[in-house]
C-alpha cells in the first residue's frame, strides 16, 4: 500500500458540502419542499471532480484524463450502467398498472382483518418484482391510507408496514439499482448475494410481520377492493423467477421486457409506439443514475491515485480491529454516505472502491461485502427524514388527506430496525466465509 494522503478526499468533502449542505438549506432553512431533491447531483460531482483535477500537479491534465478514463472504463462501470437501462426500460413497459394489478390480487385473497400485515406482505413483493422502493411507495401509500381510514389503523401503522416493504425489496430485487450498483461492484453474482442476503432480510421480516400483525389486533376491518388482471403479473413473476433461479441478468431482464411488451400489445393496452415511447422513457429515468455511476467512477479512480483511499483504510484499520471489525466498518461507511447523499444507490456507488480495498484487507468475501453494502445503505434511507422515501410517503398521505410527519413515521419503521439487528447478527454470531 502507497503512503495515505487524506487530503485526496477534499473531493468527497466538497461534493458532501455542497449537496448535504444546500441540501439542509434549502429543506429546513428555506423551507423548500422536497428541498433536497432541488440539489442537481450531478453537477455537485462535476465541482468534485473539478476539485480532484485541481489537486497533485505532479500530474498533467492529459495524465488525470486518462485515470479517469480507465476508472469509468472497467467492466464492472460498464455491465452496471446497461443493467440501470434494461431496468429502466423493464419497469416503462410494464407500467404502473401492472404493479397496481399485483397490489390488487394479493389485497384480494387475504383477510381484511390482516390488512396491515398484507400491506407490508404485498410491498415485500411489488418492491421485489419493481426494483424500486420509491415506486413501490408511490403506488401502495394511498392504498395504506385507504386500509387506515376503513379499518380504523393508525395512518402511521400502515405507512410504516408499506415503507417497510418497499425496502425489504429495494434491498433483495435483482433489479434494483442498489443490487446492481453492489454486486457489480464488489464483482460477485447476483443470485450469490441474494441468498446471502436473504437470510439476513427473511428473519427481519418475518419479525416485522409479527409486530406488525400484533399491532393491528381488534380492528374492525373492511375488505379493501380494486380492479386487477392477472395476466399482467406475469412480467413481474418471471423476472423475480429467473433471478432467484440464477439465470442471467440480462437475460431475466430481456424476459421480462419481451413478455410485457408482447402482453401490452396483444390485450390491446397499448400501442406499438407508445410501447416505445415507454421504453425510453424507462430507460431515460435511469440516465441520471447512470451518469452518477460514470462520475464517481472517474473521481473515485483521482482518488485512489491520489493516495486518498490509502489514507482513508488506514484509518478504518485503526479503527475497526479483525474481520468482524471490518464488516461493521464497512457498513457504517456506506450508512454515512447514505445520511450525506439520501441516495443509497449513490451512497454505494461512492463506497464501492474503498470496500473492494477493505475487502482484499479484512479478507471478506465480495458476496459478503455486496450484502452487507446494500443492507446498511438500505437501513439507513429507510428511516432517515429527508430521503425519498419518507418525503414520497409524506407526500402521499397529505393528497390522501393524512396530515402526517416524518416523525410520527420513524417510530412504526420496525423493518428497518430489526434488519440492523439480523446485521449485526450476521456479523457478530455468523462465521463469514473467507474470500
Known amino acids: 500500500m502507497k503512503k495515505g494522503n487524506p487530503a485526496a478526499l477534499l473531493p468527497i468533502g466538497v461534493f458532501l458540502l455542497m449537496y448535504l449542505g444546500l441540501g439542509l438549506l434549502f429543506e429546513y432553512g428555506m423551507k423548500i419542499p422536497m428541498g433536497f431533491y432541488n440539489i442537481p447531483i450531478v453537477i455537485a460531482f462535476l465541482v468534485a471532480i473539478l476539485v480532484a483535477c485541481l489537486q497533485n500537479r505532479k500530474l498533467s491534465f492529459d495524465e488525470k484524463l486518462e485515470i479517469m478514463g480507465r476508472g469509468v472504463g472497467d467492466k464492472n462501470i460498464i455491465t452496471m450502467i446497461l443493467i440501470f437501462l434494461i431496468a429502466g426500460a423493464f419497469v416503462g413497459v410494464v407500467g404502473r398498472s401492472s404493479a397496481q394489478s399485483v397490489a390488487y390480487f394479493m389485497l384480494s385473497i387475504i383477510p381484511p382483518k390482516f390488512a396491515v400485515a398484507v400491506l407490508f406482505v404485498v410491498s415485500c413483493f411489488i418492491s421485489t418484482a419493481m426494483g424500486t422502493s420509491v415506486g413501490t411507495i408511490t403506488l401502495i401509500a394511498p392504498i395504506g391510507v385507504e386500509v387506515a381510514t376503513a379499518c380504523g389503523f393508525s395512518v402511521p401503522l400502515c405507512i410504516g408496514a408499506v415503507m417497510g416493504g418497499a425496502m425489504f425489496g429495494d434491498n433483495l430485487s435483482f433489479i434494483s439499482d442498489t443490487t446492481i450498483a453492489a454486486c457489480n461492484g464488489q464483482g460477485c453474482a447476483m443470485q450469490d448475494k441474494f441468498r446471502g442476503n436473504f437470510l439476513i432480510a427473511l428473519p427481519a421480516a418475518l419479525m416485522t410481520l409479527a409486530i406488525t400483525l400484533f399491532m393491528s389486533m381488534g380492528s374492525e376491518a373492511v375488505q379493501i377492493t380494486g380492479a386487477y388482471n392477472l395476466v399482467q403479473i406475469i412480467p413481474y413473476v418471471l423476472v423475480l423467477a429467473g433471478g432467484i433461479a440464477g439465470v442471467n441478468v440480462f437475460l431475466v431482464l430481456l424476459a421480462g421486457v419481451v413478455s410485457g411488451a408482447a402482453i401490452m400489445l396483444i390485450t390491446g393496452q397499448t400501442a406499438a409506439t407508445d410501447l416505445l415511447a415507454n421504453m425510453g422513457s424507462g430507460a431515460a429515468g435511469m440516465f441520471e443514475t447512470s451518469m452518477v455511476a460514470i462520475l464517481v467512477a472517474a473521481m473515485c479512480a483521482l482518488i485512489r491515485e491520489h493516495g486518498g483511499f490509502d489514507a482513508l483504510l ?29 441516495n443509497n444507490t449513490v451512497a454505494i456507488v461512492m463506497a464501492n472502491p474503498i470496500a473492494r480495498e477493505m475487502s482484499a484487507d479484512y479478507d471478506i468475501s465480495p458476496k459478503r461485502a455486496a450484502c452487507l453494502l446494500d443492507t446498511f445503505s438500505c437501513i439507513f434511507q429507510g428511516v432517515i427524514p429527508y430521503g425519498a422515501q419518507m418525503l414520497v410517503a409524506i407526500s402521499a398521505c397529505t393528497e390522501m388527506g393524512a396530515a402526517i410527519t416524518a416523525f410520527d413515521i420513524i417510530p412504526v419503521l420496525f423493518y428497518p430496525y430489526l434488519l440492523l439487528v439480523c446485521s449485526l447478527a450476521a456479523i457478530y454470531l455468523v462465521p463469514a466465509k473467507k474470500k
Do not use: C, E, Y
Open 314 to 342: 488506514s484509518f478504518i484499520r485503526r479503527l475497526f480491529k479483525g474481520r468482524r471489525g471490518g464488516q461493521l466498518g464497512m457498513g457504517l461507511l456506506v450508512g454515512a454516505m447514505d445520511i450525506a447523499t439520501a
